[in-house]
């Protein structure tokens, strides 16, 4: 058969390969899950860019609604200042 030598040698090998194989393929499920953060963190990052859009269009709305909230304060002021400017004046003269 073979010799005490070659048969330590063999044992050696199996031993180191049984110790290295983990090691190596955790690199690979490693590389995997690397690849799956990656994967995500760019879904994540497309998520964040609709938002920033949404965000943006409500902004948008949210200052139009404003700006014609402050119009329609502003009409019976007008009116009442134009009511006001037409007033009669001492003396009954019609401004």
Do not use: C, K
Not at 1 to 19: K, Q
């Amino acid at each position: 058969m073979f010799s005490h030598r070659t048969r330590v040698t063999i044992a050696a090998a199996v031993g180191v390969a049984t110790l290295m194989t983990p090691v190596m393929f955790d690199g690979l499920v490693h590389a995997d899950q690397i690849s799956d953060q990656r994967t995500r963190v760019a879904q994540i990052t497309d998520q964040l860019e609709a938002l920033e859009q949404q965000a943006d269009t409500l902004a948008e709305d949210y200052t139009v609604a404003v700006d014609e909230l402050n119009g329609l304060e502003w009409q019976p002021r007008r009116r009442a200042e134009r009511a006001h400017s037409h007033s009669i004046v001492p003396g009954g003269l019609l401004v």
